[in-house]
């Protein structure tokens, strides 16, 4: 990653337009702003997925964002960054200057409660970030996965379908010990209203993929952002019961050959110690690309 060296002004407090970096000034993006931050973001779709889903979701003013969307200039007025800061903080430069900017920036915004980003990035950030950060915080180092061309198609599998709203009783429990699991807080005991409402929302605009036997979640694969160059998956879960029968696989490629007639490119995050769950993805025809950091600090609503 390419360094400038500027010096730091370390002042806290978010007001448009400040420099906190000589020669640099972060300010919020507004919404007449889409088609510069668009193209900006376009020259590396993949690692971009993240920021560009959430754009093309819900626009770069909307609360649905849980954050704002903030651009970083060089005193000529070139876009050097563009930064979700909140309580998802996503950001995409090429500068670790950039990096620095938006985390002395952050630290008078919005609280944040996870940063995700490729892995040096992300401990730039954090490095500069976490003087002012309350609470502990947990970090995981995972692997990216991505697939451009979707494996053979063996016999499909007629009962992997979209979700239903009747099958939120049976989803929000996994998705709750999911997220537990990574940052050791459930969603469904400190903000249970609200994590419903967004995966109600996920399930309405088709974006999760079951297999449901009964009561039972036999696969599960939902599709997180979705853009036409790449769609990121997450919560990929195959059964205990059914694991090393073929069954996950299946599901795999059945899913990748549906969602790559309309993107160009699939990709995913695995736990960097889930030696399983690599092997599996490498068996679905996906192939590591990256390395990535997630960052997870106390609970903000």
């Known amino acids: 990653m390419q360094t400038i060296s500027l010096g730091t002004d370390m002042t806290a407090g978010p007001q448009p337009g400040r420099e906190t970096e000589t020669g640099l000034s972060v300010h919020p993006l507004s919404a007449g702003d889409e088609a510069e931050v668009w193209e900006f ?5 993949i690692h971009t997925v993240f920021i560009k889903g959430l754009i093309k979701e819900n626009g770069l003013v909307n609360d649905l964002n849980r954050g704002k969307f903030y651009a970083c200039r060089d005193s000529e007025g070139r876009l050097l960054g563009v930064a979700l800061l909140g309580h998802i903080t996503l950001i995409e430069t090429h500068f670790d200057a950039v990096l620095r900017a938006f985390a002395n920036y952050a630290r008078g915004a919005q609280p944040i409660y ?3 980003g490729e892995q040096e990035k992300a401990e730039c950030f954090w490095d500069s970030y976490s003087a002012s950060a309350d609470g502990t915080c947990k970090q ?3 692997l990216l996965f991505v697939q451009h061309c979707p494996p053979p198609l063996s016999e499909p599998l007629p009962d992997l379908r979209l979700a239903t ?3 939120l009783h049976i989803l929000l429990p996994f ?3 999911m997220h537990c699991r990574e940052s050791g807080v459930n969603p469904l005991e400190v903000d249970p209203e609200g994590f419903r409402q967004r995966w109600l929302r996920r399930i309405e ?4 993929w079951v297999w449901i036997e009964g009561e039972n979640l036999m696969f599960n694969a939902d599709i997180l952002r979705d853009t036409p160059d790449c769609i990121y998956l997450e919560g990929i879960h195959v059964a205990p019961e059914i694991r090393g029968k073929g069954h996950g696989l299946r599901c795999m490629s059945q899913l990748s050959h549906i969602l790559l007639a309309r993107a160009r490119s699939l990709c995913l995050l695995c736990d960097s110690q889930n030696a399983e769950a690599e092997k599996f993805y490498r068996k679905a025809g996906y192939e590591m690309a990256g390395y990535y950091k997630t960052i997870f600090l106390s609970w903000k609503n």
């Open 205 to 208: 605009q088709g974006h999760a």
């Open 140 to 142: 995981h180092r995972e």
């Open 175 to 177: 998705y709750g010990e």
């Open 41 to 45: 973001l376009s020259a590396r779709p």
């Open 165 to 167: 709203p009747d099958d």
């Open 114 to 116: 996870m940063i995700l």
